[in-house]
């Protein structure tokens, strides 16, 4: 298993902790709810930017790179988006969607684990 993948799967967790808790408590979108989702942004970018330099350096992609980096641009997408909706919609309903993100990036991670180095669960 890469590191990355393993940091990345532990802050979707936490994330994912910390939106739930703004939806069963607030009726509006928390700082810890939105910052939980913007360390998982964060994350994604140092994450692209490791796997260019990794790829620059020679370690070959075993799946298809075209849909590697597909996945991370959409990755890098999805986070913004619900940041987006959150500020636009200040009702709980927005903090289920900030609590979206974490699942869905942590999918899109380990699909993405599987096209860097094989894929033994598919």
Known sequence: ?????????????????????AVVTKTYPGDAAIVSVA????????FGIGA???????EA???????????LVTALIVPVAAFWWAIADRTRWSNAVLAAVPV??????????????????S
């Open 61 to 71: 992609v075993r799946g298809e790179p075209w849909e590697f980096w597909g996945y």
């Open 104 to 121: 869905t990036i942590f999918v899109m991670l380990f699909r993405m684990e599987q096209i860097w180095n094989g894929a033994p669960f």
């Open 52 to 58: 260019g330099i990794r790829q620059a350096g020679g």
């Open 1 to 21: 298993m890469d590191p990355f993948f393993l940091v990345g799967a532990v802050l979707c967790a936490l994330s994912l902790i910390l939106c739930v808790a």
């Open 39 to 46: 360390v998982v942004e964060l994350f994604l970018v140092v």
